[in-house]
């Protein structure tokens, strides 16, 4: 009964290569994110969906595309990765309505190297 | 712009108590959270503070003065097991939580 589960666990693949990371929460939440978290330890948020509608759109770029099939899933797909998409990325869901802490759930992330 | 500030690193004896700062500068405020990930794992909701004062849950505790832009987690009875990275964050004016770099939090024996 994982809350907020992510796949794969684990991504190696070469340079260039596309590749998908796939999101699932099943808590009804209705706001689903996506961050990537480098070495350093900082969280960048790059993307979030409100009931499948784009919300959060930081400055990444346009090799990364997010889609959301429905509320409950937000995939992420990268095209031509690069040695600098090396990191974990990181979903997490949320309730934004309603009120209250607004905490986040996260996913178990997704170690991602490109060599 | 926006941003956050806590230290990078602390260091704490096992069983003693240690108090991580935040403090944030942001276009608008909703609240001020803090969020606990070890090595390897995913971050964890701690806390949650809208309001100025105390909140304690358990061994940990979460301060917040709103006039002063300025929170901090209180860690008591210090575990091994503490040892982690602790972020906080707040909610601006739009959807999105605004964090901070993080703070490394080493427990010796």
């Known amino acids: 009964d994982t809350a907020v589960s992510q796949t794969p666990k684990y991504l190696v693949t070469q340079m260039g290569n596309d590749k998908s990371i796939k999101c699932e929460q099943n808590l009804g939440h209705d706001t689903m994110y996506w961050y990537k978290q480098d070495s350093k330890k900082f969280l960048k948020i790059m993307f979030s969906y409100n009931n499948k509608e784009l919300i959060i759109n930081e400055t990444v770029p346009n090799r990364f595309s997010p889609k959301s099939p429905d509320k409950a899933h937000l995939n992420l797909h990268i095209n031509s990765l690069e040695l600098g998409d090396s990191a974990v990325y990181f979903c997490?869901?949320?309730?934004?309505?309603?009120?209250?802490?607004?905490?986040?759930?996260f996913g178990p992330g997704t170690r991602l190297t490109v060599t | 712009g926006q941003s956050l500030e806590q230290p990078s690193e602390v260091t704490a004896v096992e069983g003693a108590i240690v108090q991580i700062n935040c403090t944030y500068q942001t276009s608008g405020f909703y609240g001020l959270s803090w969020y606990q990930q070890h090595d390897g794992g995913a971050p964890t909701f701690l806390s949650y503070?809208?309001l100025d004062g105390l909140e304690e849950t358990g061994r940990f505790s979460s301060f917040l003065s709103r006039s002063d832009s300025y929170g901090y987690l209180l860690l008591q009875e210090l575990q091994m097991k503490d040892s982690a990275s602790y972020f906080c964050?707040?909610?601006?004016?739009?959807?999105?939580?605004?964090w901070g770099a993080g703070t490394k939090l080493i427990i010796k024996p």
């Open positions: 964050a707040v909610r601006g004016s739009n959807y999105q939580l605004i």
């Open positions: 997490a869901s949320s309730q934004l309505t309603g009120g209250g802490s607004y905490e986040q759930y």
């Open positions: 503070n809208a």
